[in-house]
């Protein structure tokens, strides 16, 4: 069993950064692959980025590629999306997610999910 809850979330203007942390507890943290979504008002969720377990490597949306940046720190057991130049359409509720699945952009493969924090981006 894994359960993960988001934190960081706030309004900046547009531009600033903004660092979300998901906290993860349950004993297979390492196994998963560790991922962000987002929705924006009036939309369906976004797949943003993934980072997997077994090499590292990660996964980025086009929209977020070089602005975002996600890491794992498995001693706190904590997942961490790093948000640079932010923009008035990255405003939205993210949410992190476990897969077990492979660098995965589908909502279906996620099997945990956090309640969402709320990013807000002021023009």
């Known amino acids: 069993q894994v359960q993960l809850v988001e934190s960081g979330g706030g309004l900046v203007q547009a531009g600033g950064s903004l660092r979300l942390s998901c906290a993860v507890s349950?004993?297979?943290?390492?196994?998963?692959?560790m991922g962000w979504f987002r929705q924006a008002p009036g939309k369906e969720h976004e797949f943003v980025v993934v980072i997997n377990w077994s090499d590292d490597r990660t996964y980025y949306a086009d929209s977020v590629k070089g602005r975002f940046t996600i890491s794992r720190d498995n001693a706190k057991n904590t997942v961490v999306l790093q948000m640079n130049s932010l923009k008035p359409e990255d405003t939205a509720v993210y949410y992190c997610a476990a897969t077990l699945r492979y660098s995965s952009s589908s909502l279906m493969d996620y099997e945990y999910w956090g309640p969402g924090t709320q990013v807000t981006v002021s023009s």
């Open positions: 349950g004993r297979t943290f390492t196994s998963y692959n």
